[in-house]
């Protein structure tokens, strides 16, 4: 069945591996759909760097260059209407997506957290500090998920998980390394399920 590409943005904070993942991917597997944005909170980073590289258009949105929440809101659900977007991508965005994002593109936003959810998710576990949860509570094995996006954190449905083993000499960065590598097939392979079903 032929049908138009799905206009993707991904929202990203930091170096951006697992958009340039996914970006490979979307090529590569020759997948019905393409990253036409790359939204951040930070105006140069290396998801930036590779969007700019790459000739994705950029858009850089922070609370704070709004007079208030609710026109950051509205601001960033108006910069996605008028890109056509129809999925949402987070790719190591450290902020929580606004309500009005989520109402506007229920069920059309995807995450991936570098934990097993429902463990080590919510408030404050990003990043290095779930790795850090995770060798603290004596885990022997840690993963990512890939989840759809709700209004609460990490609390969405989960749609694929993948496991790595955590070792006992394990640091939060070497275990935050293993669970990284693990992601960048993880999540390709999430988007092109969700794709399939929802282009079927
Ligand atoms: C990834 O490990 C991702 O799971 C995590 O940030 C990293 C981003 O890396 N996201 C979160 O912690 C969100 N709760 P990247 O910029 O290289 O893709």
């Known amino acids: 069945m032929t ?10 904070s930091g170096s951006g591996s697992n958009f340039q993942a996914i970006f490979h991917a979307l090529k590569t597997r020759q997948l019905n759909a393409k990253i036409v944005l790359c939204l951040s909170n930070r105006s140069q980073c290396g998801a930036m760097e590779f969007a700019h590289q790459n000739g994705i258009d ?72 779930v790795h850090t949860a995770v060798l603290a509570a004596g885990e022997t094995e840690s993963g990512a998920t890939v989840h759809l ?17 955590v070792l006992s000499d394990d640091t ?3 275990l935050a390394a293993r669970v990284l590598a693990c992601e960048h097939t993880l999540y390709p392979d999430a988007l092109e399920k969700l794709l ?3 282009q079927s």
């Open 3 to 12: 049908t138009n590409k799905t206009r993707i943005a991904i929202f990203c």
């Open 58 to 129: 950029t858009a850089h949105l922070m609370e704070k260059q709004f007079s208030s929440f609710d026109a950051f809101s509205e601001a960033m659900v108006k910069c996605l209407k008028e890109k056509q977007i129809e999925m949402i991508v987070l790719a190591g965005y450290m902020r929580k997506v606004p309500d009005a994002v989520v109402t506007a593109f229920t069920d059309r936003i995807i995450n991936i957290h570098p934990a097993l959810l429902p463990k080590f998710g919510g408030k404050g576990m990003y990043g290095i500090y």
């Open 149 to 165: 996006v709700n209004e609460e954190y990490d609390k969405g449905r989960i749609l694929m998980q993948r496991r790595v083993p």
């Open 172 to 174: 939060p960065e070497s």
């Open 196 to 198: 399939a079903e929802q």
